[in-house]
């Protein structure tokens, strides 16, 4: 009799145990469902379509990690600020939410190396003659007002000597004036000038190169302990760029030049 | 005004929130009035002394806002690590919620019975159960249907906030579509419409329901 209770209580302790250690790409494959954490109110990252179906670079890149894992994907929308507390609170697995890589968010959660990067381009009137950043000096130039990229243009126009500054209010303000040719050229992010030139209700304008100011990185992400899940997920960015899908998926939603995804001078 | 971009596509999409919103309702009303009554009846017969602990808890689900409860709720279950989907998670938080104000009305309804009426059944041989079976109930729920029935509309719509935790029901729905076509007051206006439609006939029913029961005096 204490026998098999004995038997029994070891019997449990090696199911628990065992259960334990199974890390979480072990339960992502076993439950056959791989669910994202996707931002859809951010195109062309996150959106959705006509019959309310998700899509963008981010679904996609969803779709294409849980085809490498074997298992079905389950896009979750969550807004920006609800990104990281779906992962803690066990509502999705693996976050692939266009989120940048702080130091900040990775003392909460494990950052995998970058899997796109949102680079500043410059966005010119054809007119204007401007064909790369350095040309903007001594040209009228403009962004939206408090954004990052208006203040380092500004101080930019200030650094040149030559040349005006005029602050916007609304990003599509910005695009207007560049179609009138108020604005010889714009910087913006390069997702945000990429989707307002194919939109065409902005004739005339065209993006003509990059603007050398900070890259903003950014990353996938997973609960900080899971380690075998993050190296899975960096193979799997590594990839993503080594076969062309990253490139095939940045011209299938962005288009134009594919940013580089390493710093240089630096591992990881 | 009518001049939208909405779709059949879109419409139907606001049903299928329209249905989450439903079936969230439906079990969480079932599963709350179950727990109200028990609750309700066991607050009675404890006495106010005996039942100040389980009093204690209801009066928190009932004082705590519900949002608040849902967003604990889901932190509390992914921190024991019970790994509930967020259709379960936001039911067992509404049945508790809809539990607190049920005991509340249940309570109100089998005080409202005369303590003359239920001593004569009891003079009459009938047991606890007899009483409260076919004396006490029948008189109780006449009292509590209009407040019940109240508490039903109110949780339906205070349903919409399970939308925190992840789930598509008719309010995300219009959100959804409010931020894909920019046209909010249209799309508002619809979901309301939905709102409307699904509480109307509870209400009449309700209505119906009263009017049958009411004494014959």
Known sequence: MKFSVLAFSLLATTVLTSQAHADKLDDIISSGTLRCAVVLDFPPMGSRDESNNPIGFDVDYCNDLAKALGVTAEIVETPFPERIPALMSGRVDVGVA????????????????????????????????????????????????????????????????????RPYQTQADVFLALSQGQLDATVSTSTVAQANVKTGKFPGIAVVGKAPFDIDYVALFTNREEYGLINYLNLFINQQVRTGRYAELYGKWVGGEVPSLSVNGVYR | MFDTTLTWNDLAFLAQGAAMTLAVTAVSVTAGTVLGIIFGVLRVQLGAVWAAPLTFVLDVFRSVPLLIQLVLGNAIQAIAKLGWAPFTTSCVVLSLYTAAYCSEIIRGGIEAVPATTRRA?????????????????????????????????????????????????????????????????????????????????????????????????
């Open chain 2, 121 to 217: 059944a009891r003079s009459l041989g009938m047991t606890w159960w007899q009483d409260m079976r076919y004396i006490v109930a029948p008189l109780a729920t006449r009292v509590s249907l209009p407040a019940w029935i109240g508490l039903t509309l109110g949780v339906m719509k205070d349903s919409a906030l399970v939308l925190w935790l992840g789930l598509i029901e008719l309010l995300r729905a219009s959100q959804i579509l409010v931020t894909r076509l920019q046209e909010p007051l249209f799309i508002l206006l619809i979901c309301g419409v939905i709102y409307f439609v699904i509480s109307f006939p509870i209400a009449r029913f309700g209505g119906y329901l009263e009017k049958r029961w009411s004494p014959n005096d």
């Open chain 1, 98 to 165: 266009s989120t940048s890589d702080t130091l900040e968010r990775a003392k909460t959660v494990g950052m995998t190396v970058p899997y796109f990067a949102f680079e500043m381009a410059v966005t010119a009137n054809e007119k204007s003659g401007v064909k790369s950043f350095e040309d903007m000096k001594g040209k009228v130039v403009g962004a939206t007002a408090g954004t990052y990229e208006a203040i380092a243009l500004e101080q930019q126009v200030k650094a040149w000597g030559a040349g005006e500054f």
